[in-house]
């Protein structure tokens, strides 16, 4: 069993720049892809990027590639999500997801293991 616990997320405005964490319990981190998916109002939940247990594959949804960098410290059990150059179409409640197996996935029906969420808006 893994525990996924993101940190706040908050409200900044357009162009600016927010890091969410997502701190996961157990011993095993290491072994595990983890993704960020997010989802907004009406709207079903959405991919984001994806690392592998390595760190060393990342998948980016093109939406945010170039403007978001995920990152992970095994030793800390924590995987992060650098967002810079926010637009309001990023406003969406993000998760933390983690998965049983080292390959990243881009699917979201393949993550055993969900944070709570963390709220992100983007004003104009």
């Known amino acids: 069993q893994v525990e996924l616990v993101e940190s706040e997320g908050g409200l900044v405005q357009a162009g600016g720049s927010l890091r969410l964490s997502c701190a996961a319990s157990g011993r095993t981190f290491s072994r595990y892809a983890m993704g960020w998916f997010r989802q907004a109002p009406s709207k079903e939940r959405e991919f984001v990027v994806t690392i592998g247990s390595s760190g060393a594959l990342r998948y980016y949804a093109d939406s945010v590639k170039g403007r978001f960098t995920i990152s992970r410290d095994n030793a800390k059990n924590t995987v992060y999500l650098q967002m810079n150059s926010l637009k309001p179409e990023d406003t969406a409640i993000y998760y933390c997801?983690?998965?049983?197996?080292?390959?990243?996935?881009?699917?979201?029906?393949?993550?055993?293991?969900w944070g709570q969420g963390t709220q992100v808006t983007v004003s104009s």
């Open positions: 997801a983690a998965r049983n197996s080292t390959v990243p996935s881009v699917n979201r029906l393949e993550y055993d293991y």
